[in-house]
């Protein structure tokens, strides 16, 4: 452990930034790397997680390897420029019903995409796809790369895909990405694209897919990121 913030230090020093402005850059809490520095001057038996060290890796350009084990170049590329960082933080899956979608802080995971001047002032997030109710469109663990409509302020356009937000009255909610299509009557449907028949059914935006729930897209997907 203090041989792992040793290195965290020495990339800290190097690239002349502070331990709050990178744990924050890597999308942890202000005080991670400081919380590692005060376990570690306390004599504290902890450690630290990799999935933490993948995500300062790049803030840091450096590896997660170097970081954990010294093994490796200390410095590495890091893309910048014509890229743009963005944290996988949560999952879009239909029928599954929560209070947050969000995962663990130590669950997320960044990904580059490339930067894209009309999204340039635009906050980007990150969900990964599960489930069977889009794949014709998206793979199973397709990242999503989406920006809220609320700060986008820009209208709904059809045969764009979105991620709907779907509530119960008692507030479970679950989050799914949907194509959006208008009929000849002017009325907003969302479309799954899947190969299952269960999820083939089109939902209505205005009346919702059963009493009581209500529906609203709050991001439009800009991008989506997939492994070979």
Request: hydrophobic content about 35%; aromatic content about 8%.
């Amino acid at each position: 452990m203090i041989e792992v913030l040793s290195r965290i230090e020495e990339r800290l020093d190097a690239l002349g930034i502070s331990a709050a402005s990178a744990s924050q850059k890597a999308g942890l809490s202000k005080d991670a790397i400081r919380n590692i520095q005060r376990s570690v001057k306390s004599g504290k038996r902890v450690g630290v997680s990799t999935i933490t060290l993948d995500k300062l890796a790049p803030v840091l350009k450096t590896t997660t390897s170097w970081l954990l084990n010294g093994v490796g170049d200390q410095e590495v590329f890091e893309p910048e420029g014509d890229f743009r960082r963005v944290v996988v933080a949560a999952h879009v899956q239909a029928g599954q019903w929560s209070e947050s979608w969000e995962w663990p802080e130590d669950d997320q995971y960044p990904v580059y995409v490339p930067n894209d001047k009309l999204y340039a002032h635009v906050k980007l997030f990150g969900a990964e796809t599960r489930g069977p109710s889009m794949n014709r469109r998206y793979p199973e663990r397709t990242v999503l790369i989406f920006a809220d409509v609320s700060e986008t302020h820009e209208e709904p356009v059809p045969g764009k895909r979105y991620i709907v937000e779907r509530c119960k009255p008692g507030g479970e909610c679950e989050h799914t990405v949907k194509t959006l299509f208008v009929d000849e009557e002017g009325k907003p449907w969302l479309l799954p694209e899947s190969d299952d028949p269960r999820y083939q059914s089109p939902i209505s935006i205005e009346d919702g897919a059963s009493d009581g729930d209500t529906i609203r897209i709050i991001g439009r997907v800009v991008f989506s990121v997939t492994r070979e």
